[in-house]
């Protein structure tokens, strides 16, 4: 066991004590955090002062970050823990309604709700406004519950970016409750049937076998197979907490049964493409999703969508498509690469697959519009269109999946493609 030698910081002072109530926060807020870290973090900073905040930040960064996607988080809690005076009053108006005045109009962003429940932990968030006076004990009381929703219900349409820690383990629990049932694929070949068409050949071969005579008519109908489902996951930073409840939700569809795939192909990319389906046979989804991140060493990194569909178009596609697949993108199209190789290589991927369903978590916004090149690039290559921000989305990806006419929001995408195209100068 490692020991420590005596730390050279004064007895009475505060900073210590502080440090180990800022990891408490960083701990409740889901960062994994032991009392080695918080021996490591004093020690650190007692190594390199915290004259410059600055540097505090990034001293206490190397010794309670060990991953990227908890960059955001610890982002958050420090700032609120380490007095942003704005930020604080921010902060504390997501959580109580009595500080509802200091809000700012805006939503809150990436982990901010989670800060927040971590530093107000043990906070009445049910306390009146300031403004408000107490009502008389003998006046009467009326609730108008005409528009309340479930804890369930509210979860459905909520972004998975501004979830707290307990709404994302709820909504993992939804996901894993969810299906997506898809039709049989009707083939050519033929199989015998009680009731169907008449197979003169075979009914000819068996009176044949009778001397002739005709003792029943063989009939047969179309054999029918199920396709296989193959999943393209963006895990890109800007793209990091929607793919990973969309990999909560395909582990579901994986290990689902009576839902007809006959086999579910999972991929990653960023800035190299990963096969990860090996690890979604572990029914454990969160060491499932914890091997599968081992392997993807591009997780929070950039986006090369183009050269990530080049390698899966060479070395996968006549693997896993062969059987009629029906492929998921699931990808925001913020893309690196050059837009020309982007387009053909979407083109091939869709003339390999039986659907290709592109989900774009950009999609939850009012005013979202095809400006960027690689989406523009991406969009006439795709049979469906569809958001992926939250689990009612993710529900109805039923729909998109089972009928072939759904084409969610692509033709509307593609109408305003072309009158941005009439509107440029010439």
Known sequence: MARYADILLPVDGKLARNIGYFARALR???LPIGPGRVIDAIRAVEAAGFTERRDFYWVLHACFVSRPEQRAVFGQVFRLFWRDPRYLEHMMSLMLPALRGAQEERSAQAAEKRAAEALLDGADRNLPAPDEAAPPEDAPVEIDASRTLSTEERLRSLDFEQMSTAEIAEARRMLARLSLPVKPIVTRRQQPAVSGQADPRASLRAALRRGGEMSRIIRREPRTRWPNLVVLCDISGSMSQYSRM?????HAVAHARGQGWARVHAFTFGTRLTNITR?????????ALARAGAQAQDWSGGTRIGSCLAAFNRDWSRRVLGQGAVVLLITDG?????????????QRL????????WIN???RWQGFAPKAGGIRAMMPHVDAFRAGHSIA????LARAVSDPHDRGERERMLTAMRAGMSAQPD
């Open 279 to 287: 690890h979604l046979t572990d029914r454990d989804v969160d060491q």
């Open 393 to 396: 989305s993710l529900q109805a």
């Open 28 to 30: 409740k807020a889901g």
């Open 350 to 357: 869709h003339l390999s697959c039986r659907r290709l369903i």
């Open 361 to 363: 978590p950009l999609l």
């Open 246 to 250: 969309v990999l909560h939700f395909v």
């Open 334 to 346: 913020l893309d690196r690469d050059d837009a020309g190789d982007l387009s053909r290589q979407m």
